[in-house]
């Protein structure tokens, strides 16, 4: 998968797949190992806004689409987002070398179903019934599922689990479901995670080497003479402070720790002096864990925030934090 991606991933514009800006995608243990591992059959992203998490749902049916055709489907939120999703989809298939030969003239392309010469995709969404049956498909494409409604008078009960059906006859399947998420103790994609192998997002100290996870109590800044904060002076001063040797992280470390990052699975730590080197080794080589996961079944989960994205600098978030608190 992280291979298709870099070879044959482009954006709307034509823009190729970009490693260094969503390091988190192809790092060890991370998606792209997973949707290749046949252990896994579902995936659960709770990912933050803009952080590839739609893209690389996309990307596993191009790919699908490309190297074993089939029937497939992908739900959103409502019909408006289904052809606002399709429209920016078919300009990226137009620029897949692998599949853009099979994509009909763009006066035949539907806004809400995608078909190709070898494949097809179907649009869904849950207040429209019929699209979320009557399918069987291998492969699926579940997008922020946390804005899913459900109809007062349904008798059919959540859509997602009516979505997960549409897989049941094959053994083999693969169904992506991501979401930024929505409340606490009501979100469909934490519940999943929480289920699943949960996987977290480690980085690097540039100073003493430690993999950490970044949270938002590391990230200090100066204060007022009164001990009050201004946002000007966050921006200006903020900083993150590793959890093993306390020095201060600033913005120019943020892109190489970022980059060299790894996925640790819930109930596992890190070999910190082997997984300096983890994105060398193949990609099954998980000499760099340790411990067992919790949870090692069937269901690939993992979560990041905000704070990983590469080009959003910590004083970027202490403002962020500042602001919504004002």
């Known amino acids: ?37 046949p252990q896994f059959n579902a995936y659960w992203l709770q990912w933050a806004a803009r952080m590839f998490k739609t893209n690389f749902g996309l990307a596993t049916l191009m790919r699908r689409m490309d190297v074993d055709p089939a029937d497939l489907m992908f739900a959103t939120p409502d019909e408006t987002n289904c052809k606002q999703v399709f429209s920016r989809w078919w300009k990226m298939i137009g620029n897949c070398p692998r599949i853009r030969g099979e994509a009909p003239i763009e006066r035949y392309q539907a806004k809400t179903h995608i078909r190709l010469k070898r494949s097809q995709c179907y649009g869904a969404w849950p207040r429209g019934k019929s699209r979320l049956a009557d399918k ?82 590391r990230v200090h800044w100066d204060k007022l003479p009164n001990g009050k904060s201004d946002r000007e002076l966050a921006r200006r001063t903020a900083h993150y402070v590793c959890v093993k040797c306390e020095a201060a992280i600033d913005d120019t470390h943020r892109a190489d720790m970022i980059n060299r990052g790894v996925w640790v699975p819930f109930g596992c730590e890190v070999d910190h002096d082997r997984a300096a080197d983890a994105r060398d080794y193949p990609p099954d080589d998980a000499s760099w864990l340790r411990g067992e996961p919790a949870h090692n079944g069937n269901q690939y989960g993992s979560k990041i925030s905000v704070f990983y994205a590469v080009f959003h600098g910590w004083g970027q978030i202490a403002d962020d934090f500042l602001a919504k608190k004002d």
């Open 136 to 217: 069987s498909i291998p492969a699926g494409h579940a997008n922020e599922i946390d804005k899913w409604e459900q109809q007062t008078t349904s008798t059919e009960g959540d859509p997602l689990p009516r979505f997960l059906k549409r897989g049941a006859e094959y053994p083999d399947r693969k169904f992506v479901m991501e979401s930024t998420p929505g409340t606490k103790g009501k979100s469909r994609v934490e519940a999943g995670r929480l289920q699943s192998t949960n996987h977290s997002y480690h980085v690097p100290c540039p100073h003493c080497g430690t993999f950490q996870d970044i949270v938002f109590t």
């Open 1 to 37: 998968m992280a291979d298709w991606l870099r070879e044959n991933f482009y954006t709307p514009n034509g823009r190729a797949f970009d490693e260094y800006s969503v390091p988190w995608v192809t790092a060890p243990q991370g998606p792209c190992w997973a949707y290749d591992n």
